[in-house]
């Protein structure tokens, strides 16, 4: 009886409909790929299913002309027994602004109306203030509510800041906590203890989040497993590892014949491992899979720069024909975070460190140039950063306009009933008015292109392709 109450099984949420495809093929897998095999996903037992949110409602529309509705209807209908998991971008949704409240909140709604039952809530900042109305929406839905941390190291990321934090959306009403690894940063032993910390602080379930990047996080898996960790993220093997995440069934076997087995049928995964090999293979064949993202990038914990965005500053000076200056701006990385309040380096901060970073070593200047972008978080329009931007810094950046210090959602009037009617001549399904809110332009293509397919026009007459936001 004593063996029997030191069982803590570890749950398992997988990521192959969501995170994994996002990461290691651009978010291309289509709901036909995805279908076939949802039934054996469903039986497998799984904590929840990932497989909505995060780019994947873009990629719909702009690369896959599918409706990302139809897709989370699609698989609702066959995954009886299990959760479906979205990941949400607080008030930004899964767009690249704040959004008004009425949006967040209708955009819940029709989330947890479509299908899903567990909604991951981050921002990029750790602003809580850029969490509470989608906590909120999710939980008058009846949804469960899973609250990020965006994990990133710094002077002031200290236990102390997580344990704070985590609290603090504990009292906002989070039903669990996610630690979102983006980066591959926590190693582990220091998950051991930041798991320790939190399980003592909060009463509700913790849930681990990272990606390999780093090559490291299969082992603070089990670290934080065995601190109390109550569910891992993993991916089905033909699409784990390299950006993605650790290999579902080699977490399964890990824990096996532990007091975390989870159980799950090896068997039974094998069969859905199978089924995506086909796909990876396919990927690979159309150069959707770039080997360099399967790897290890030790420099992700050299430099604590996510592997994504090592890539896409390997890209802005090859463009400008300065590849010679990469190790300048990965030391500026730093330099120009810790000036903007140590900002973790998630979608969208990242990217605005990282190109203000590139700026900065090619005019030779420290901020002789500044993106709008830079000039948007310094002035306080994403939130309020981990640490106060410095004066003289903002003096540098914003000039003389002061800085917001509100919750930027409270600068924005309700937006709904605006954007319907802007866009009533395409309507048809009350979800089609969210699209066209997170993605205007495109959106706007996809709805001309649906009404061609059901009219027979050549769908080669309407424009496929918009390159305004980048997936």
Same mark, same amino acid.
């Given at each position: ?302 430099? =604590? ?7 896409? %500053?390997?890209?802005? /000076?090859?463009? &400008?024909? !300065? +590849? ?100 009533? =001549? ?7 008015? %969210?699209?066209?809110? /997170?993605?205007? &332009?495109? !959106? +706007? ?27």
């Amino acid at each position: 009886m004593a063996e029997e109450m030191k069982k803590r099984p570890v749950k398992i949420t997988d990521t192959i409909l969501r995170d994994a495809h996002q990461s290691l093929i651009a978010t291309r897998m289509t709901t036909e790929d995805m279908l076939p095999i949802v039934e054996k996903l469903d039986k497998v037992g799984f904590h929840a299913l990932e497989m909505w949110g995060g780019a994947t409602f873009d990629s719909c529309l702009r690369f896959l002309k599918e409706d990302p509705w139809e897709r989370l209807r699609k698989i609702r209908a066959v995954a009886k027994n299990t959760k479906l998991q979205m990941l949400l971008r607080g008030q930004n949704i899964l767009g690249y602004r704040h959004y008004a409240d009425d949006v967040v909140e209708y955009f819940v709604q029709k989330s947890i109306a479509n299908g899903i039952d567990i909604i991951r809530i981050f921002d990029a900042l750790n602003d809580p203030r850029n969490l509470e109305t989608a906590i909120k929406a999710t939980k008058k839905e009846k949804g469960h509510a899973q609250v990020a941390v965006s994990y990133t190291l710094s002077e002031v990321h200290t236990l102390e800041y997580y344990v704070k934090l985590a609290k603090q959306l504990e009292n906002m009403g989070a039903d669990s906590i996610c630690i979102k690894d983006m980066a591959g940063l926590l190693l582990p032993y220091s998950a051991y203890e930041l798991v320790s910390a939190l399980k003592k602080a909060v009463k509700i379930p913790i849930n681990m989040h990272g990606h390999y990047t780093s090559g490291v996080v299969a082992m603070t898996y089990m670290k934080a497993v065995e601190a109390g960790a109550d569910i891992i993220d993993t991916a089905m093997s033909p699409f784990s590892m390299g950006t993605s995440q650790p290999a579902t069934e080699v977490m399964v076997e890990t824990f096996k014949n532990t007091p975390y087995d989870s159980g799950l049928d090896q068997t039974l995964l094998s069969e859905i491992a199978d089924y995506f090999r086909p796909l990876r293979e396919k990927a690979m064949d159309e150069g959707l899979l770039n080997p360099k993202v399967l790897g290890v990038d030790i420099q992700t914990l050299l430099y =604590q720069v996510p592997g994504g965005m090592l890539s896409n %500053l390997v890209s802005q /000076l090859k463009q &400008q024909g !300065a +590849e010679n200056k990469y190790y300048d701006v990965l030391q500026e990385v730093p330099r120009v975070r810790a000036d903007f309040g140590y900002p973790p380096l998630v979608t969208p901060t990242s990217q605005i460190v990282g190109t203000q970073a590139v700026l900065n070593v090619l005019t030779g200047e420290r901020y002789k140039m500044v993106t709008k972008e830079s000039k948007a978080l310094v002035g306080g329009e994403y939130g309020r950063t981990p640490v106060p931007i410095s004066k003289e810094i903002q003096k540098i950046i914003i000039g003389n306009e002061k800085p917001i210090t509100c919750r930027p959602a409270d600068l924005l009037k309700p937006e709904l009933k605006e954007i319907e009617a802007k866009m009533k =001549q395409y309507k048809e399904q009350e979800e089609d008015v %969210l699209s066209y809110a /997170l993605f205007p &332009q495109v !959106a +706007e293509e996809f709805f001309k292109y649906r009404q061609a397919q059901k009219t027979k026009i050549d769908p080669a007459l309407v424009d496929q392709e918009s390159k305004v936001y980048p997936v």
